[in-house]
């Protein structure tokens, strides 16, 4: 592994590649440190840290979006939206393409149709850019979380609103801008990259937290961690890390054989191929989905009960609703689960037809052993699919409730569980597996030795290239 990290930087291209997203990553990074103007950092920070220790439907909402922002609500910084409206627009336009007609045959015109659609993505980006800023900077005032000089008069909270949503859209924006260029120059997804830089950053305060509340004593006391829980820690999360690895690449192989052709005396064709199915197709966002809705339930029944008066005769089912509707609750976790199987199957109905598939199948002359090509080849395609789904499902809901049970019985905060599952650990996980696919394919390509032992010489590979 060291030698093959080693031969990235004797590839020039490679090379550059690599730092240029390095120095991407730095300036993203640079970012977060610079503050929105008129917001009280510190009484902003103190009450984040109130509504995360009381796990409130807001701190649950600062929790979700700093995933995808890279950094922390928290913190009101130019980049404290990240890139979660650019995300949030383009899965809209992937939702409405599976049921609107015109945008599938816009798509289906090649580049030009791509590029109208990423254009009308950014421009549903820069609309919930201003409408995402609107409300996170009406609750900072509503919160008394903005500077007093900013509230004496209409025109300067005028001002304040002005310069914040700006500042805020231009920030999520440059980091739009950010993604594509190391789509361009640098190496891997951007988008992808940018998020996993974000969720990356935040482990050194999790493994300070570990390191300071560390109790080698057998009889830890509370709020500290033992060296059973230490060890219980680790294990679980090596063992975590490695399902999620195992199910990211995991796939339902289905034999395909390819028809034969009789052309004069030579025979064509007759290839044995297989069709990979993946058994995580939806990939994060049925948790996404789930995770995202299931944040309104706690804030709008805490906020009923908070409303209700104490000798109202509603004050009982208001009490009961927001105390079973908060994180790691019975109910919390049914339904949490549930809707990831509900998001899992609609995602993977939306995205995969195996009606195309089938056809795609009989009109390149391939067939599925002991079927029919057409309806029948169709038919069992979808019953794979469903099985597989609800596998996949399976895991992403054992990987979605394991950062809230880790909670709830060890006393470990979220800011340290969350690296036990959630969206944060698949998506590191599916950006590090594609990143190392894409520098294995540059590294066999030019005859280097890969990540999993693959390609020729090295020493042979820089003598060729030096007799160049």
């Excluded at 805020?168 to 190496?187: P, R, V």
Aim: net charge positive; glycine share 10%.
């Amino acid at each position: 592994m060291f030698s093959a990290f080693a031969n990235i930087f004797r590839i020039a291209d490679l090379r550059n590649r690599v730092l240029f997203t390095l120095a991407v990553l730095a300036i993203y990074r640079i970012g977060f440190w610079i503050p929105v103007v008129g917001v009280d950092q510190s009484a902003l920070v103190q009450n984040a840290k109130t509504a995360a220790t009381n796990a409130t439907g807001f701190g649950r909402l600062l929790q979700f979006a700093s995933i995808f922002s890279g950094g922390s609500l928290g913190q009101s910084t130019i980049f404290g939206l990240g890139i979660m409206p650019y995300i949030t627009s383009s899965i809209i336009f992937q939702l409405v393409q599976a049921v609107y007609p015109p945008l599938q045959d816009l798509k289906k015109e090649g580049i030009s149709g791509q590029q109208k659609l990423m254009e009308w993505t950014r421009y549903l980006a820069v609309g919930l850019c201003i409408v995402q800023g609107y409300i996170w900077l009406n609750y900072l005032r509503t919160s008394n979380l903005v500077q007093p000089m900013f509230l004496q008069s209409a025109p300067q909270m005028m001002v304040f609103f002005v310069v914040g949503i700006t500042t805020l859209t231009a920030g999520s924006l440059f980091l739009m801008w950010l993604g594509e260029q190391i789509d361009k120059y640098g190496i891997g997804n951007g988008v992808s990259i940018i998020l996993t830089a974000g969720i990356l950053s935040r482990m050194p305060n999790a493994i300070g937290w570990v390191v300071e509340n560390f109790d080698p004593r057998q009889s830890a006391e509370p709020g500290k961690i033992g060296i059973a829980g230490l060890a219980v820690l680790v294990a679980s999360f090596v063992a975590i890390t490695a399902g999620a690895v195992l199910m990211t690449v995991a796939t339902r192989r289905i034999p395909i054989q390819q028809a034969k052709h009789t052309r004069g005396r030579k025979v064509y064709g007759g290839q044995k191929h297989y069709l990979p199915l993946r058994i995580n197709h939806s990939g994060v966002m049925p948790i996404i989905f789930a995770s995202s809705l299931m944040i309104f339930p706690s804030a709008i029944f805490g906020a009923w009960d908070n409303a209700t008066a104490q000798d109202s005769a509603l004050k009982a089912v208001t009490t009961f609703l927001a105390r079973e509707s908060q994180i790691g609750t019975f109910p919390y976790i049914v339904c949490e689960i549930a809707m990831i199987y509900f998001f899992a199957y609609f995602w993977t109905t939306v995205q995969m037809s195996p009606d195309d598939m089938a056809k795609q199948l009989k009109e390149h002359g391939s067939f599925i052993p002991g079927l029919r090509p057409g309806p029948r080849t169709a038919e069992y395609l979808q019953t794979v699919l469903w099985r597989i789904t609800y596998v996949g499902a399976g895991f992403l809901a054992i990987i979605a409730v394991i950062p809230t049970l880790v909670t709830q019985a060890m006393g470990i905060p979220f800011q340290v569980s969350q690296f036990l599952g959630g969206t944060g650990l698949l998506i590191v996980v599916s950006v590090g597996l594609d990143l190392i696919q894409r520098l294995e394919a540059n590294l066999v390509m030019r005859n280097y030795e890969g990540f999993l032992g693959q390609g020729g010489d090295a020493r042979g590979a820089r003598m060729r290239s030096v007799r160049e």
